[in-house]
T-cell receptor, first 116, second 111 residues
Framework: DARVTQTPRHKVTEMGQEVTMRCQPI?????VFWYRQTMMQGLELLAY????????DSGMPKDRFSAEMPDATLATLKIQPSEPRDSAVYFC??????????????FGNGTRLTVT | SQQGEEDPQALSIQEGENATMNCSYK?????LQWYRQNSGRGLVHLIL?????REKHSGRLRVTLDTSKKSSSLLITASRAADTASYFC???????????FGKGTTLSVSS
C-alpha cells in the first residue's frame, strides 16, 4: 500500500535552531503539499508544488520558512531560525494531477515539532 | 481564510447511534471531500461528492451536498468506537490547485 513518508515523526528543538522536515511523496504523484496543524488554526496550507515547481507558498512566513523539492522523491520544509510559535504538527500530502479539483490527497503521519 | 467550516466542533455519542456532521463553505465548488483523522495520524480520504451530486454513499457513510445552501453533511450510521476521530471537509481554493480544510468535528463514540 503506497504511502507518504515523513521524517522525523517528532522533533524537539530549542528556539533559534534550524529544523528540517522531510517528505517522500507517493511515487507517481506530481503534486506535493505542506500543511501545518494547530489547535487554534486548524490545518493551514503552507506551500505546494507541481512537478517539483513551487506553485504557491503564500501561506508560509517567508522570512524563516523555506520549502523545496530537490527531486521527485523528496520534499523538504525548513525553518530557520525556529520559534516557539512554530510548534505544531506539519503534514505533507501528495496527489496525482488534478488534486484540488477531483482527486483526493494522501497524507503522511506528520512531524510533531516542539520548539522550546 | 478557511473555505469550509464544520459543525459541531465536538460530538459525543454512544455506539450504535448515528453521527451527523455539517460543513458550510463560502464559494462555488467543483467538488467537496471529507477526510478522517485518527489521533496522532494523518488525514485519510473518505469520500468525494461532485457539485452535480446531491447524495453519495460509501458503506456506513452518507454524504449530502446542497449547493444552494453551500453546505454538506456527513452521516455515519450505526457508529462504532473505532469511528472515534476528527472529521474534516475540504474544498478547492479559488485557483483549483489545492485543498482547503475546515477545523473539523471531533467525534467521540463510547461503548
Amino acid at each position: 500500500d503506497a504511502r507518504v513518508t515523513q521524517t522525523p515523526r517528532h522533533k524537539v528543538t530549542e528556539m533559534g535552531q534550524e529544523v528540517t522536515m522531510r517528505c517522500q511523496p507517493i511515487l507517481g504523484h506530481n503534486t506535493v503539499f505542506w500543511y501545518r496543524q494547530t489547535m487554534m488554526q486548524g490545518l493551514e496550507l503552507l506551500a505546494y508544488f507541481r512537478n517539483r515547481a513551487p506553485l504557491d507558498d503564500s501561506g508560509m512566513p517567508k522570512d524563516r520558512f523555506s520549502a523545496e523539492m530537490p527531486d521527485a522523491t523528496l520534499a523538504t520544509l525548513k525553518i530557520q531560525p525556529s520559534e516557539p510559535r512554530d510548534s505544531a504538527v506539519y503534514f505533507c500530502a501528495s496527489g496525482p494531477q488534478g488534486t484540488g479539483r477531483n482527486s483526493p490527497l494522501h497524507f503522511g503521519n506528520g512531524t510533531r515539532l516542539t520548539v522550546t | 481564510s478557511q473555505q469550509g467550516e464544520e459543525d459541531p466542533q465536538a460530538l459525543s455519542i454512544q455506539e450504535g447511534e448515528n453521527a451527523t456532521m455539517n460543513c458550510s463553505y463560502k464559494t462555488s465548488i467543483n467538488n467537496l471531500q471529507w477526510y478522517r483523522q485518527n489521533s496522532g495520524r494523518g488525514l485519510v480520504h473518505l469520500i468525494l461528492i461532485r457539485s452535480n451530486e446531491r447524495e453519495k454513499h460509501s458503506g456506513r457513510l452518507r454524504v449530502t451536498l446542497d449547493t444552494s445552501k453551500k453546505s454538506s453533511s456527513l452521516l455515519i450510521t450505526a457508529s462504532r468506537a473505532a469511528d472515534t476521530a476528527s472529521y474534516f471537509c475540504a474544498t478547492a481554493n479559488q485557483a483549483g490547485t489545492a485543498l482547503i480544510f475546515g477545523k473539523g468535528t471531533t467525534l467521540s463514540v463510547s461503548s
